[in-house]
């Protein structure tokens, strides 16, 4: 192992740090694929012995119901897994109480892969207030408390107690997002990586089809867990840097290096021949780079280590803006971060991300042989989370806007990961033919977002080179192409297809990308729009905007006109629903207050808002955690967050979005008159709550009163006045008010 200081610099061979990867449909499949395709994969000994298995390759935990779909992750692993030869089963939402579950299918002959499911399990089973949820969406008829709190720990524990010989690979969102030393929002205290604690062999984090393929075969060809440290987009334990790697410091990256005084252009010959001359040698030089670029591949970063971040918050941030920095597939370095002090002192290596997949494998992935229904061992429950998606499509993966709360960035990548158009043709139709209630409407053709479909930079150089946190803020990078025409011929031919009425857009629209194309935001207002469309501004202050990483709200009227002309062209009365975040890093009672006016002065009214949930490995769980902000060099002196901590202020940031709620009101009424602004208080027309207070109102705990079930949709979001439908429900409540027609006693 070669130590580097801020100015050494170590020559080595030419390596490719981004060489083109072996297509994962070309690997020589494994001897079991004699036994053909499963109509599901099984999940019992019965369909096991239906297929003719004495044993399963392959045995997949998972924390969700079994839904072979392609928008379910154990589904596509699965399903990729069985076309590399393997004979995978299925082991869906075991209970963990007992060690038997985890042996229903036997001891699986190469590994057992363990994932939580699509959700995060403390995402899944709480709220932002930390309150537990009593129904769970992707479980049969939604019925609660179907998995552990974090699940990979568990499932991995109870999998090593049935069959402590079986290799142990962990994935899915929990495991990526928790591959490093994380705050964990519901213990308040920084956690040790999930690979340590799972006491797993591999952990594959993103999408990981490529590497998990790697593995599938190696282990099949008799390669061992611990010699499996070469594949990107893994992560692994081992006891010390392997000596001919270079290692660098996290903290000495990108250091200033000796600089010149700047010239003056003013300065006189005499003025200039005073000024001490530089040494010998000298030259005027701004950062010196510890590694060349022919050294990345062999390049790692230490991380300052988990007894270390989880002491001090400053440490932290910064250890999460490496972590940033070092994401892009072309240029990122491995990184490395002790755990354990000692005898017991672990390393937890972290390969850089996997290279994305290509249109072709794409392609092939999202067309495997999904039964593209839930395992008929669920018999007619129904599985909220499929009756959301059963007639969508997944054009795209990847997201390149980088919002600092969301935690797509960190999981799928910047880089857009596209499906051709012939092949999301293809699986439209098949949806048509096939899929059970399919009535003529295709419930969304998107992703991650709507409008990134086939966007990228402009040149795959800098691409490569790119260190930036997202493409579209603080503006629209030049760099990127915008285009939207690809998206704009997709949609036109699947709508025109015979058997499809319409096609909506589901996945929320990236509104600033949007602009750039007006004939798309045409398109989209005219054709796929079914009154109402999602749109994400979530804040309109500058302060929180800043920490989101999100445009002003110049952008969002920009949209809004366009979206509305286009409507009226079109002959149709169509509104936008825009979402907000409550308590933020970055804002302030009084942002949160001129959103409230700002809201009401737009005629919005908010039936369920959002409160910052700070997800493991976010940029803004980082904030909320130090009070720093890592989107510039974090240091003891660098810029300070205003972070909304404590029940008490995220209660408040939330009532103000439900300022015209009345079990709201005496909260608001008090936060008014201490931020000295009781002329708010009132019942003008630009005042925010009204003196007087319901009778019954405001005395229930937050969160317990149900909007009316005769409230249309359209006055919930928009505040516009009831549907005919809806005024005539209401006609007898409002006419038993009256004095005189007072409704007798019964």
């Known amino acids: 192992m070669q130590v580097l200081g801020p100015r050494a610099t170590i020559m080595r061979p030419m390596q490719a740090v981004a060489a083109s990867p072996k297509d994962i449909f070309s690997h020589r499949k494994y001897w079991a694929a004699r036994f053909g395709t499963a109509p599901f994969l099984p999940m019992s000994r019965a369909e096991m012995d239906k297929l003719g298995w004495d044993e399963c390759d392959i045995i997949l935990i998972t924390g969700d119901a079994y839904v072979d779909h392609p928008s379910f992750g154990m589904a596509i692993v699965g399903r990729l897994l069985e076309a590399q030869g393997f004979r995978v089963g299925i082991i869906a939402q075991p209970d963990w109480h007992s060690v038997d579950p985890f042996r229903t299918l036997g001891k699986p002959k190469l590994f057992f892969g363990v994932t939580a499911g699509n959700m995060d399990s403390m995402v899944n089973r709480y709220t932002s207030d930390r309150r537990l949820r009593s129904d769970d969406a992707y479980t049969p008829n939604a019925e609660g408390a179907k998995r552990p709190d974090r699940a990979v720990i568990v499932y991995s524990q109870r999998a090593r107690e049935a069959y402590p010989d079986v290799p142990i690979v962990i994935g899915g969102i929990e495991a990526s997002l928790r591959r490093i030393a994380h705050f964990d929002y519901w213990s308040e205290k920084v956690r040790r990586s999930v690979l340590v604690d799972a006491k797993a062999d591999i952990l594959v984090y993103g999408n990981a089809e490529r590497a998990i393929v790697d593995i599938a075969h190696r282990l099949a060809a008799r390669a061992t867990p611990d010699s499996i440290t070469d594949i990107r987009g893994t992560a692994f334990l081992r006891a010390a840097t392997p000596a001919d790697w270079i290692e660098i410091d996290s903290t000495r990256i990108d250091m200033p290096g000796p600089l010149n005084p700047p010239v003056d252009p003013y300065a006189t010959e005499a003025e200039m021949a005073k000024k001490a001359p530089l040494a010998e040698g000298a030259q005027v030089v701004r950062f010196i780079r510890e590694v060349k670029n022919t050294d990345r591949a ?7 280590a988990y007894e270390t971040v989880a002491q001090d918050p ?29 005898k017991n002192a672990r390393e937890v290596w972290i390969n850089p991300p996997p290279i994305p997949l290509t249109m072709k494998e794409m392609d092939a992935l999202y067309e495997l042989p999904y039964a593209r229904v839930p395992h008929p061992a669920y018999g007619k429950a129904k599985i909220p989370a499929y009756e959301m998606i059963r007639f969508s499509v997944t054009i795209q993966r990847g997201c ?40 003529g409407v295709i419930s969304d053709l998107g992703g991650p977002t709507a409008n990134m479909y086939r966007l990228a930079c402009k040149s795959r150089e800098i691409e490569s080179a790119c260190r930036r946190p997202s493409c579209v803020y603080p503006g629209v990078c030049p760099n990127l192409n915008t285009d939207h025409s690809s998206l704009i011929h997709l949609y036109r031919r699947a709508r025109t297809l015979p058997g499809i009425k319409k096609v909506l857009i589901g996945s929320g629209v990236r ?13 989209l207002a005219q054709h796929h729009v079914g009154g109402y469309l999602k749109i994400a501004p979530e804040a309109i202050g500058e ?3 800043s920490k989101m990483m999100k445009p002003g709200v110049g952008t969002y009227y920009k949209f809004k ?30 942002d949160m207050l001129e959103l409230a006016l700002w809201l009401k002065q737009n005629g919005f009214r908010a039936d369920q808002v959002q409160a910052f949930l700070p997800s493991p490995m976010a940029t803004a769980t980082a904030m909320y955690h130090s009070g720093k902000n890592p989107l510039r060099k974090v240091t003891r002196d660098s810029e300070d967050v205003i972070i909304p901590k404590g029940l008490r202020v995220r209660r408040l940031h939330k009532a103000l979005l439900r300022y015209h709620d009345a079990e709201n009101w005496p909260l608001l009424r008090d936060a008014l008159r201490r931020m000295g602004r009781r002329d708010l208080i009132g019942s003008g027309k630009h005042q925010l709550v009204p003196t007087f207070q319901p009778a019954g109102t405001g005395l229930k705990p937050e969160g317990a009163r149900k909007p009316s079930k005769y409230q249309s949709f359209r006055t919930q979001h928009t505040g516009l006045p009831p549907s005919p439908v809806a005024r005539d429900r209401k006609a007898p409540a409002a006419k038993a008010k009256r004095p005189a027609r007072a409704a007798k006693p019964r």
Not at 511 to 523: F, N, Q, R, T
């Open 400 to 439: 390149f806007g980088g919002c600092t709360f969301c935690s797509i960035t960190e999981h799928e990548g910047r880089i857009i990961q596209n499906r051709s158009e012939d092949s999301i043709i293809r699986e439209i139709e098949q949806i048509r033919d096939e899929v059970p209630g399919f009535t």
């Open 561 to 590: 006109e366009l979206f509305d002309k286009f409507s009226r062209e079109a002959g149709k009365e169509q509104y936008l629903i825009p979402y907000f975040i409550a308590a933020h890093p970055g804002t302030t009672d009084q």
């Open 298 to 304: 062999r390049s790692v970063i230490r991380m300052p």
């Open 511 to 523: 509104y600033d990308l949007a602009v750039e194309s007006p004939e798309y935001v045409k398109e």
């Open 314 to 342: 400053i440490l932290y941030a910064h250890a999460s803006r490496i972590l940033h920095v070092e994401s892009n597939p072309g240029n990122a370095r491995a990184l490395v971060q002790r755990h354990g002090e000692g």
């Open 543 to 545: 302060g929180p905007l």
